[in-house]
T-cell receptor
Framework: KQEVTQIPAALSVPEGENLVLNCSFT??????LQWFRQDPGKGLTSLLL?????REQTSGRLNASLDKSSGRSTLYIAASQPGDSATYLC?????????????FGSGTQLTVLP | SQTIHQWPATLVQPVGSPLSLECTVE??????LYWYRQAAGRGLQLLFY??????ISSEVPQNLSASRPQDRQFILSSKKLLLSDSGFYLC??????????FGQGTRLTVV
């Protein structure tokens, strides 16, 4: 059974810092990995999707890397801003054809202090 | 572009009352549809998924049921709510193994 772990559970940093969020998964046979952002009381917003054949994806100040063989992914946020404060979730997908795909981590709650 | 709508945003229901949460998707056809629950302090748990009209699969035994009466409509129901049904319910859609998109969620409090 796939298990996804996110470390740390919570993180507080001053504005402007670069930071790294970690995600690990136990079964390396994944199809893709997705990073989400969740604001309090809201749904999930997709940030980046990395296919299993890719090493990284970038969007603006965000960069996600994937090392499938070691079961790890990182989300790098450059020059953090208070608006980045949210819970960040990673989820792995097992395969392309089946619908019940995403296994989620418990998230990292990020607070960026002004 | 595709959009997903979920309602209501919040709901307070007494124990033993029925439940109906609705989710609709626009801008796509034949999506895979999902219901997740997020309990306080815990991760997201997949409750149901559907690959087509009338096709529902349940991931965990529970007091809830799901239905898909139309291609882009997914409904989560219960005949009698339990206190343990409280949580944050999220609808999502996807196609194949591509990116998953989530609705804004429904906060359900059973009192």
């Amino acid at each position: 059974k796939q298990e996804v772990t996110q470390i740390p559970a919570a993180l507080s940093v001053p504005e402007g810092e670069n930071l790294v969020l970690n995600c690990s998964f136990t079964d390396s046979a994944i199809y893709n990995l997705q990073w989400f952002r969740q604001d309090p009381g809201k749904g999930l917003t997709s940030l980046l999707l990395i296919q299993s054949s890719q090493r990284e994806q970038t969007s603006g100040r965000l960069n996600a890397s994937l090392d499938k063989s070691s079961g790890r992914s990182t989300l790098y946020i450059a020059a953090s801003q208070p608006g980045d404060s949210a819970t960040y979730l990673c989820a792995v997908s097992k395969g392309p054809g089946s619908a019940r795909q995403l296994t989620f981590g418990s998230g990292t709650q990020l607070t960026v202090l002004p | 572009s595709q959009t997903i709508h979920q309602w209501p945003a919040t709901l307070v229901q007494p124990v033993g009352s029925p439940l109906s949460l609705e989710c609709t998707v626009e801008g796509t056809s034949n999506p895979n549809l999902y219901w997740y629950r997020q309990a306080a302090g815990r991760g997201l748990q997949l409750l149901f998924y559907s690959v087509g009209i009338g096709q529902i699969s349940s991931e965990v035994p529970q007091n809830l049921s799901a239905s898909r009466p139309q291609d882009r409509q997914f409904i989560l129901s219960s005949k009698k709510l339990l206190l343990s049904d409280s949580g944050f319910y999220l609808c999502a859609w996807g196609q194949g193994g591509t990116e998953a998109f989530f609705g804004q969620g429904t906060r359900l409090t059973v009192v």
